[in-house]
């Protein structure tokens, strides 16, 4: 039997300014229509799933982890008025399905992406995950996101994704 899982997303702000409104935005891969979730297609228990797609794109264009045609999941995009550092802040997966995730932020002009390896969750429980990526406004941002399925079978679940903008 196979398992899958659903990935939700919201958008938060870490702010240092008291009444200043900071986001960034999750949006389809090529207009700026808000993705409210991904789902990562069933697999085998124990499997690696690298092919998410998003409720805007759907199915039928999922992510491409590939040498030199790569397409993200979903970019993030920064409407504030300046430069914020990227956060990833990951909720406990539902019933196990997801025993490690793993992502990749890079620039939209990116297309060589042959790994989604950096570290958001080491055992499918809530993680967060300073990226290290600070994004000027107006920019884009490519999001790779990759899970390592539980062991057991005929499950699904949900967790949810929070992306946080900190000010400098």
Excluded at 114 to 122: C, E, I, R, T
Excluded at 163 to 168: F, K, R
Aim: hydrophobic residues 40%; contains cysteine.
């Amino acid at each position: 039997m196979a398992i899958c899982g659903i990935l939700v997303f919201s958008e938060a702000a870490i702010v240092k300014a008291v009444g200043t409104e900071i986001t960034i935005h999750i949006v389809d891969k090529i207009g700026d229509t808000a993705i409210t979730n991904i789902t990562f297609p069933e697999g085998a228990p124990s499997a690696n799933v690298s092919d998410p797609y998003n409720d805007v794109d759907t199915d039928t264009d999922p992510q491409v982890v590939a040498g030199s045609n790569s397409e993200p999941v979903v970019r993030l995009s920064n409407t504030s008025a300046g430069t914020l550092k990227v956060w990833l802040q990951i909720a406990d997966w539902q019933n196990g399905v997801v025993v490690d995730e793993d992502y990749a932020l890079v620039d939209t002009t990116t297309t060589d992406v042959s790994a989604v390896n950096v570290q958001l969750s080491a055992n499918g429980l809530a993680a967060s995950v300073d990226t290290g990526v600070s994004m000027a406004t107006g920019t884009y941002r490519a999001l790779y996101l990759r899970v390592t399925l539980g062991t057991g079978s005929g499950k699904s679940g949900i967790s949810t994704l929070t992306i946080l903008g900190e000010s400098p």
